[in-house]
């Protein structure tokens, strides 16, 4: 379980999250920044309470694909965590060629959804320490950009290099954030 995700275990992965998006899954892109949250914050959430946030509503086809599932969502979980310790974590962000063949636009939104929603999980005073603190708010900044864009600046954003310069600060922001909290978290409690 705490081996990195290979591209065919993602692959399976999206697949699935894709195919039960009406019943309420995250897409890949969301739930790695959900998940990015969730591990970096001030405290422990367990599975059985971020979970839902992911798999919403499934109906599996059977126990062995429920098991399946879980395991490669944990596997997301162990391989996010591991990537942020080693400071070494690329956000899945999706793009789009159509006008941009030689340098896709990326298309960061689901990525920043999930990741705040991740925080939000933390509890308000969480995103309020952050706000507070000059270096993590600056690193949050990035991320709380993309959520202020109007539906039809999504795909034409209104300054297109500040847009790639943002998206491009979404690693180093995440990792920072990771880091920033390290000294605040709470320990684990039952240890």
Known sequence: MNQMMNDAQLERLE???LAHLEEGCMPLDVAQGFLSAIVSGPQLIMPNQWLPNILG???FASNKEAKDIMELVMSLY?????ELENQDYAPMILSMEEGHEDDPLPLPYGWCEGYIIGWNMQGESALDDMAGDESAAMHLGPVAAFLM?????LLNPPNETEHREAADQLANSAMALYEWWKPRRAAPTGC
Request: charged share 30%; aromatic share 12%.
């Open 57 to 59: 509503d499934t109906n």
């Open 149 to 153: 864009y109007e539906e039809d600046q």
């Open 78 to 82: 162990s391989t996010t965590l591991a």
């Open 15 to 17: 697949d699935f999250l």
